[in-house]
């Protein structure tokens, strides 16, 4: 394993405990004190995954990820603080895949990460654990094994969790999967996060490939349940 880990935050008992747990796993990690600190790194080490602390100084954890998201999908795991709602919905509509609240357990950490590593490990290199790798529906396309979108031609940037989702669903026209069902399948572990994660991910999925996110085209959704992709039945 030779997966580079970037952890940003201005505590350095949490950047700390966050390097020795990860080390243990065979992760190289490199740590960030603030939020200057992180785009130099970002830059300069192109880790394969970020876990970044939103109150940081110098630059909060919101603009960092807004900036890494003009050119990159690489995944980037929220710290928030307990409680702080706002905070967690926030990260996620700038293109956080996860988050954790503050305190957390580095052991949680560790499976986050691996869940989401191993999301994009399968993509590259298992390809053929799926019976069909090109899915294309009224202008839509989505290709799981060059892990690209497309609308009429037009190259779409998601993130890895965003594409696991639409592939989920896509995959599956016409089944409907519930929010809880989503995390679980997606996140790949037992999840106890809040389920609005998925209403936040599926909002920023409807605004990147449908022409009218209010009345989407591919997307549906099926009041008090959860999601389903067009096409298929019910």
Known sequence: MNERIMVADDDSNITDVCRRYLEREGYSVVTAKDGMEAIELWRSHAPNLIV???MMPRKNGWEICNEIRQTEDVPIVMLTARGEEQDRLMGLTMGADDYLTKPFSPRELVLRVKAIL???RTVQVSPATHSSHTIRY???TIDFVKREVEIDGRLIDLTVT?????????????????RS?????????????DTTTV?????RLREKIEQNASEPKYIKTVWGIGYKFAGGSS
């Open 52 to 54: 970044l602390d939103l």
């Open 162 to 178: 965003e594409f696991e989702m639409l592939y989920l669903l896509a995959s599956h026209p016409g089944q409907v999967f519930s």
């Open 199 to 203: 209403t936040v991910h599926i909002r």
């Open 118 to 120: 191993r999301r994009m």
């Open 181 to 193: 069902q989503m995390l679980s399948k997606i996140w790949d572990f037992s999840y106890e996060g």
């Open 138 to 140: 009224e202008g839509l």
